[in-house]
């Protein structure tokens, strides 16, 4: 299994708990440890778990929450540099997330057929993992998105029609 399956199969209270831990230790380390850095694994399951609207959401709030640290810390430090900070950090996640989002919608289209095909060398039939011999077309459709347009090559044509192909 693909991490990001791994991923997408996790449900909202696990990023929301590593999200409170992150920022827990975040507020417990002080203002000069910054671990903003591990936002991205919870961005990373809200976008898998729940889409790219949440993603981007958890994106944008998570950095706002550690700025909000600063009230707590009682620092004098320039406001200016902590927003900018923020925003860096927010324009970080939500390209990751967009990323996350991207890869998995990637993945959801490719549907590859992996492993040995056992087909029959005359009628091109394909024997499934029940030991059943489906058609070929009927085979690649059920597992994948591949769909089919049936014609005939030129050998077949002039086999089959004869002067009318050329």
Not at 37 to 45: E, K, N
Not at 48 to 72: D, I, K, M, N, Y
Not at 101 to 115: E, F, N, P, S, Y
């Amino acid at each position: 299994m693909q991490p990001l399956e791994v991923v997408a199969r996790m449900r909202a209270v696990h990023w929301i708990a590593i999200s409170a831990a992150i920022l827990l230790t975040a507020y417990a380390s002080g203002p000069f440890i910054q671990l903003s850095i591990l936002f991205i694994a919870p961005v990373a399951m809200a976008t898998a778990t729940h889409g790219r609207r949440l993603g981007v959401g958890v994106a944008v709030l998570l950095p706002l929450v550690r700025l909000s640290f600063f009230l707590g810390w009682g620092l004098t430090a320039s406001w200016t540099v902590e927003w900018i900070d923020a925003a860096v950090d927010v324009a970080i996640l939500i390209g990751f997330s967009l990323l996350v989002d991207q890869v998995l919608r990637q993945q959801r289209r490719i549907r590859a057929l992996q492993g040995l095909l056992p087909i029959c060398g005359f009628c091109k039939r394909i024997r499934d993992e029940g030991g059943e011999w489906r058609q070929l077309e009927s085979f690649i459709t059920e597992r994948s998105t591949a769909r089919f347009s049936h014609t005939f090559c030129r050998d077949c044509g002039r086999e089959n029609y004869g002067e009318l192909v050329d």
